[in-house]
């Protein structure tokens, strides 16, 4: 396995992890369709980047990072196909994300999740981020956990 950096040639398997996990858990929302159909434009292009793992020649993780404020950057979009979990898999798309946000000056790292994703939420825990109030400007129904991280003080 190994994680490399998106193509336009991931979309359809970027798209096809994160729509199964949303639908899977009952959380799709209309806020998530733009990062889901556009990744390329919603994330890359506004100064993020997207991470697939890759095994065998298919993508079975993917993560991405986001500018999201002054000196913050947002996880999103979090996937690991159903067979890779529980490999530590998740660990290293969320470590690569952190690391290019730090590289590019952010202060903090930020996510929204749910309190449905127990698995999501400790792997998060132990990367370091810690629970904090969800902003007011959250914009999806479901999110109801709200986590930072704290990456150039």
């Known amino acids: 396995m190994k994680i490399e950096v998106f193509r336009p040639e991931h979309a359809a398997a970027y798209e096809a992890l994160n729509r199964a996990w949303l639908v899977g858990h009952g959380l799709i929302e209309q806020a ?6 556009d990744p390329q434009s919603t994330i ?3 100064g993020g980047q ?15 990072i986001t500018p999201h404020g002054d000196g913050e950057f947002e996880v999103v979009k979090l996937a690991v196909a159903e067979s890779a979990q529980g490999r530590g898999i998740g660990k290293q798309l969320v470590d690569a994300c952190v690391s290019f946000a730090r590289q590019h000056g952010a202060r903090h790292v930020t996510l929204l999740s749910s309190s449905l994703l127990g698995p999501a939420l400790r792997l998060y ?10 902003p007011a400007t959250n914009p999806y129904a479901t999110a109801d956990v709200y986590m930072v991280l704290d990456v150039n003080p």
């Open 32 to 37: 998530d369709e733009p990062q889901l159909v």
């Open 44 to 46: 890359i292009d506004a």
């Open 50 to 64: 997207i991470y697939v793992a890759i095994e065998d020649g298919v993508i079975i993780g993917t993560c991405g």
């Open 125 to 134: 825990e132990r990367a370091g981020f810690r629970r904090e109030p969800p």
